[in-house]
Nanobody
Framework: QVQLVESGGGLVQPGGSLRLSCVASGFTFSNLAMTWYRQAPGKERELEGA????????NYADSVKGRFNISRDNDKNTVYLHRNNLRHESTDVYYC???????????WGQGTQVTVSS
């Protein structure tokens, strides 16, 4: 069964940091380009950043550069989102998204809620 499962969300204080994980199963993980998105209620999903399947090259939205890092561990079939200096406006549901570079199929995880509050 092909699936993406995010974890690591929860309540974080302003200025704090977190690490989200997305575990892929049923895939050849090294074929997947992985992307993190966020979504606020009633709004469209916004791209945060991506990491390629082959070179681990990363790209980030301008709004998160310097506060955000994506990494992947191909041995654990996992991609990580490290986010620092969290603000109240970082409160959203965070999703991972995968595109298989061989099959061209794409997949979404179920999302994990992050709430930034004191």
């Amino acid at each position: 069964q092909v699936q993406l499962v995010e974890s690591g969300g929860g309540l974080v204080q302003p200025g704090g940091s977190l690490r989200l994980s997305c575990v892929a199963s049923g895939f050849t993980f090294s074929n997947l380009a992985m992307t993190w998105y966020r979504q606020a209620p009633g709004k469209e999903r916004e791209l945060e950043g991506a990491i390629l399947s082959t070179s681990s090259t990363t790209n980030y939205a301008d709004s998160v550069k310097g506060r955000f890092n994506i990494s992947r561990d191909n041995d654990k079939n996992t991609v990580y989102l490290h986010r620092n200096n969290l603000r109240h406006e970082s409160t959203d549901v965070y999703y991972c998204y995968a595109i298989d570079r061989i099959t061209k199929y794409d997949y979404w995880g179920q999302g994990t809620q992050v709430t930034v509050s004191s």
